[in-house]
C-alpha cells in the first residue's frame, strides 16, 4: 500500500504563485510515474496537470509554461509549483503514483486526498 499526502494549498489572489507538496510512503519497488491532477467543482472526472517519469514530463496545455513539477527522492517528495495563477486554476488538486510495490506484483494507481486551490481577489 502507497500513501500520499498533499499539502500548500489555499487561498491565493490572480497572478500569484503557490507550491504543493506530495509526500509519499509505503512498499513502492519501481515508480512508474508520478503527476497531478485537479478537479473542478460540479465535475466528475480529474484533468492531468502535469506527469513524468525518468524519461519525459507531459504538461497539460493549460499549466505548460506557468506550471512546473520537480522532486526530491530523498524526501520522497513530488512539487508542483504554480506561477501566474488565475481563477480558472481554481480546483483540488490530487497527487497520484503508478507504482509496482513489489518485484512480483503489477503496477497499482494511487491518489492522494487532495488539496483545494482557490483563485480569487
Known amino acids: 500500500q502507497v500513501q500520499l499526502v498533499e499539502s500548500g494549498g489555499g487561498l491565493v489572489q490572480p497572478g500569484g504563485c503557490l507550491r504543493l507538496?506530495?509526500?509519499?510512503?509505503?512498499?513502492?519497488?519501481?515508480?512508474?510515474?508520478r503527476g497531478w491532477y485537479r478537479q473542478t467543482s460540479g465535475r466528475s472526472h480529474r484533468d492531468l496537470v502535469a506527469?513524468?517519469?525518468?524519461?519525459?514530463?507531459d504538461y497539460a496545455d493549460s499549466a505548460r509554461g506557468r506550471f512546473t513539477v520537480s522532486r526530491d527522492d530523498a524526501r520522497k517528495t513530488v512539487y508542483l509549483q504554480m506561477h501566474s495563477l488565475q481563477p480558472e486554476d481554481t480546483a483540488t488538486y490530487y497527487c497520484?503514483?503508478?507504482?509496482?510495490?513489489?518485484?512480483?506484483?503489477?503496477?497499482?494507481?494511487?491518489w492522494g486526498q487532495g488539496t483545494q486551490v482557490t483563485v480569487s481577489s
Open positions: 506527469k513524468f517519469n525518468d524519461s519525459r514530463t
Open positions: 497520484r503514483y503508478e507504482v509496482q510495490p513489489t518485484s512480483l506484483s503489477a503496477i497499482y494507481g494511487y
Open positions: 507538496s506530495c509526500a509519499a510512503a509505503g512498499r513502492m519497488f519501481n515508480i512508474h510515474t
